[in-house]
């Protein structure tokens, strides 16, 4: 290279040279970059954005600055998104580049460990869910929850129109759910719970031919373990309407196992294992029962063989998707969530199948014995619901619960506000020393 | 390789460069799967527990749990050995050139990992505004520099993805109409051209879809769109500069012709890098716009995901944005600071993810933009349109349609693209996107973008020519430097297999 050859300015991640750039243009036969540009001269942007550049330590100044603004508190947070401990494994090998900055496996001859990292995460939920099929991935449980609902529509042999959830459905869940229904003929309707659980007699009541799906939860948003999921299950069937479940990883891991208790389809938030907590950010779990193969959204991957003969991976089954199928296509999703998918499958296979169970058993009996000691504190009833709990649960608090809350946080606390007089309160990645300090905190603001 | 091909320049001889990808073989099969290398069974239930863990089993009755689970149970240095080798069989960004026309694959800036590593940037979505100023401040102002990018009066960052942001568009479109009692418009005009989620989305907010015909130039035809437009017409959904790189010259007029009869332009920003700084879609008339900032705006796209879609609005449409958004509040910190608060648009659509979408994403592009600032985004554009005509340039196949910008769709003629995609690869280079638009013969959609030197591009268009110069036979055997030689997909999806489940009962 000339040694007067130098860098030009602009971005730092273009790797031009003055003189290459002048030996390009010459190339192509025009004088100057502009030339190249057809844009009608009413449309050109000639102002600025007023965005000053900055060299990356600055940048990373600034964003540390930006971020610094949020309370360092400890989260005792849950209701779909947990923070469990992150394996250093998990990090690393994920951000191995080759992880990290290759596209969708459009061509699976270079793409082999990806296809391969995506299909052992298709496994582990087969295995989690007992159902054939899993995909490689969705947004996140709300999006997942939408697809589910469109799928039913799908494959229901006669018409139908309503959509049931519990009427304690997150509200973030709900208002996806709607709008993925917007442009079908289906309508979202809640059924009741009774005590936190599905009220099987009210949901029986309200079913009938309508119905294409009854969603259910387990746990539920409040924590609780659902104890009739086969009669959920048999209400819907009875109406040939789908089951759907809504659970994750962890819970999968230790509770009834779908399958066994008549599910169809299986939604939540796989990220549960692979994401810290992330402002919400998650991975849409995706399985459902062979039946609906050719109905399936998302990518899936499958087994083939190689020229030589050996197995091989591949995306399958493309002709349901957008790219090829275009409005008739069983969902629109192109660009999903596979990093994190590679993310979760690494912190199961990290934590194994004894870590896994483990994690989701110590999930059950943490929160139980903080809902004791909580309990044990004057002005405060927990848990409220008379049922077997994972991760978390409600407390009654007799003072106004956003006062408590506001308290908490004052001591480096931050707890969910549910009702007038509710708190609810999440162990999930929580230590026992944090704990021990919560309930100490608990103790001073509820005196 | 054919014999009459005289080396001359080793930067541009193809058979100079050779490729081998890493390939693990182990009793005949490549690298085994985690279930291969260990199964472990748990016995769930209380009474059988004695996995030696001290745990004296269930905590909860038999009837609530399942009764076991197995799954591969390894060390972490089998962990850390077996992803490291899966790694080594992806071809990334790092790896070499990754032209994949509309896919825009630039380079991922390594910083932008460590800033959304902050353990200030794991938050929960449920904690208190007060204690979330740092993350609203950084939505905020990425709200804000989304707007002023694309020339949008108002922006939500809560679109996961880019077909997500088109669904926003969508449904934002409906809810404009229907709050205007013209709830009748039922008709989405798509170019035929058109990304496939385009017509997807479509379909799933419940319009029919209205293919639009290029005209010879391979852009909008005026008179078919005449044609498709009506009362019942909702949107018009375009991608400027199209997907063969074109820009639509017409923007302006086609603007007026849709807002005539009442519909919405939207815009797919797929195509974004081709115009950063030089032209905004707000400029153009288009009154909706997403935004792919894994595309965009560099943030890595993960194998498929994730992404983020912001979409970004003119004033009449931000009441329908979805809830909550983000804006300063009127009290400022003790120090004077601004502070910001979450709130819900008056006519809001309502949520399209369960929190706020892709947060880590949004953090990376928030980086992005940050560093590159005005002049490095310009620049952006400027180097990825070079690249494209420079690569054009130097490559035997046809392109027929220009002038192109970011990227150029050539024609493979007669030889099969899909293979000639196969055989590009054992140069070491990842193809371009193929057999699509399927207005080009045996499409090589092809999209450098910025970050490449004109070194690599020389070597990128050696391997296209030397592909150019081969017989069918070689291309249909190829790849053979690959991890994997070809793969049957017809088997694949005659005997669907998607978990190792499968592969044991066969």
Not at chain 1, 126 to 155: H, Q
Not at chain 1, 356 to 382: C, I, N
Not at chain 2, 458 to 484: G, I, M, S
């Amino acid at each position: 290279m000339n040694e007067s050859d130098t860098h030009t300015t602009g971005s730092p991640y273009a790797p031009h040279t003055d003189d290459g750039r002048t030996a390009m243009l010459d190339a192509i036969g025009v004088d100057s970059v502009d030339e190249l540009f057809d844009i009608p001269e009413d449309v050109r942007f000639t102002d600025e954005f007023g965005i000053d550049a900055r060299s990356e330590r600055e940048t990373r100044r600034l964003v540390r600055s930006v971020l610094d603004r949020n309370a360092d508190l400890t989260e005792l947070l849950g209701r779909g998104h947990y923070g469990y401990y992150i394996p250093s494994l998990v990090d690393h090998l994920a951000d191995r580049s080759e992880f990290l900055t290759s596209y969708t496996q459009y061509q699976p001859e270079v793409s082999q460990g990806f296809l391969q990292a995506l299909f052992e995460y298709q496994s582990l939920l087969v295995e989690l869910t007992g159902l054939e099929i899993a995909n490689c991935s969705m947004y996140d449980a709300a999006t997942a929850l939408g697809e589910a609902a469109t799928l039913a529509e799908r494959v229901r042999s006669t018409s139908g129109h309503r959509v049931l959830v519990p009427d304690l459905l997150r509200e973030g869940r709900r208002s996806t759910l709607e709008n993925y229904v917007a442009g079908t003929d289906l309508t979202v309707e809640s059924y009741s719970t009774d005590d936190g659980t599905v009220d099987v007699d009210a949901l029986e009541s309200t079913v009938d031919d309508d119905v294409v799906m009854v969603y259910a939860e387990n746990p539920t948003v409040r924590g609780t373990i659902e104890e009739q999921l086969e009669s959920i299950g048999e209400v819907a069937d009875g109406a040939d309407a789908l089951f759907v479940l809504g659970s994750d990883p962890v819970a999968l891991s230790l509770l009834q196992r779908p399958a066994d208790v008549g599910a169809d389809v299986v939604i939540g938030d796989a990220s549960v294992l692979g994401l810290p907590t992330s402002y919400g950010m998650g991975l849409g779990l995706f399985a459902c029962s062979e039946e609906f193969l050719r109905q399936v959204p998302g990518r899936l991957v499958g087994v083939s063989e190689d020229a030589t003969d050996r197995r091989a991976f591949t995306l399958t089954l493309q002709t349901r998707e957008q790219h090829i199928r275009r409005e008739r296509a069983t969902s629109n999703i192109c660009t999903n969530q596979a990093w994190v998918a590679l993310r979760t499958a690494m912190h199961a296979a990290s934590l194994g199948p004894n870590g896994m169970v483990d994690l989701a058993k110590r999930g059950v009996t943490r929160a139980e014995e903080l809902a004791k000691r909580l309990d044990d504190l004057v002005g405060v009833q927990a848990p409220v619901h008379d049922r077997h709990h994972i991760r978390e649960f409600v407390a009654h608090v007799d003072q106004p619960a956003p006062a408590i809350a506001e308290d908490l946080e004052k001591r480096g606390f931050a707890v969910h506000v549910v009702g007038e007089h509710e708190i609810q309160v999440c162990v999930a990645g929580v230590p026992d020393d944090d704990l021990d300090d919560f309930v100490a905190a608990m103790t001073e603001v509820v005196r | 390789m054919s014999d009459d091909q005289t080396p001359t320049d080793p930067t541009t001889d193809a058979s100079q460069v050779r490729y081998d990808q890493a390939r693990y073989v182990n009793d005949g099969q490549y690298e085994p799967l985690l279930s291969e290398k260990d199964q472990t069974n748990v016995d769930i239930s209380g009474d059988n527990n004695d996995d030696g863990d001290g745990d004296s089993g269930s905590p909860l009755p038999d009837n609530l749990t399942r009764d076991e689970l197995e799954l591969p149970e390894l060390s972490e240095p089998e962990l850390a050995r077996h992803y490291t080798r899966l790694s080594q069989m992806i071809y990334g960004i790092d790896s070499g050139p990754y032209p994949l026309g509309s896919c825009t694959m630039k380079y991922n800036p390594k910083f932008t990992e460590d800033v959304a590593a902050l353990p200030s940037a794991a938050v929960h979505p449920d904690r208190s505004e007060e204690s979330l100023q740092g993350t609203l401040e950084l939505l905020y102002r990425l709200q804000d520099y989304l707007g002023r990018i694309g020339g949008m009066d108002a922006v939500t960052l809560q679109p996961p993805a880019g077909a997500a942001g088109e669904f926003v568009g969508i449904r934002v479109a409906a809810a404009y109409h229907e709050h205007n009692g013209e709830g009748h418009r039922d008709e989405v005009i798509i170019p035929e051209s058109a990304h496939g989620t385009n017509f997807a989305t479509a379909a799933l907010g419940g319009y029919d879809v209205v293919s639009l015909p290029s005209d010879e130039d391979g852009r909008v035809d005026l008179e078919a769109l005449e044609a498709a437009l009506s009362e019942n017409t909702a949107a018009l959904m375009l991608t400027n500069p199209n997907t063969l790189g074109l820009f639509e010259r017409d923007i302006e007029k086609i603007a007026d012709m849709v807002h005539d009869v009442g519909g919405l332009l939207y815009y797919d920003g797929a195509n974004l890098n081709a115009l950063l700084g030089r032209a905004r879609p707000g400029d153009m008339g288009f009154d909706v716009m997403h935004y792919n900032v894994h595309k965009t705006f560099a943030t890595p796209h993960g194998g498929g995901g994730p992404g983020a879609g912001p979409v970004g609005v003119v004033d009449k449409l931000e009441p329908f944005l979805p809830a909550p958004r983000v804006r300063e509040a009127a009290a400022e910190t003790n120090s004077g600071e601004p502070t910001y608060e979450l709130f819900d648009p008056d006519h809001t659509i309502g949520k399209v993810h369960g929190f706020q979408g892709n947060w880590l994403v949004l953090v990376k592009a928030f980086a992005y933009i940050a560093r590159l600032g005005d002049a490095g985004l310009s620049d952006a554009s400027a180097k990825a349109v070079l690249n494209a005509n420079y690569l054009a340039s130097q490559i035997e196949y046809d392109v027929p349609y220009g002038p192109f910008h970011h990227e150029f769709v050539a024609s493979a003629g007669e030889q099969d693209a899909a293979d000639v995609a196969k055989r590009m690869l054992d140069y070491g280079v990842h193809p371009p996107t193929t057999k699509w638009p399927e207005i080009v013969p045996e499409a090589l959609m092809t999209e450098p973008t910025e970050i490449e030197s004109k070194d690599t591009l020389d070597r990128l268009a050696a391997a296209f020519n030397a592909v150019a110069e081969e017989n069918d036979e070689l291309l249909e055997d190829a790849p053979e430097r690959t991890t994997a030689r070809r793969i049957d997909q017809t088997s694949a999806a005659r005997n669907p297999r998607l978990s190792w489940h499968e592969i044991d009962e066969s």
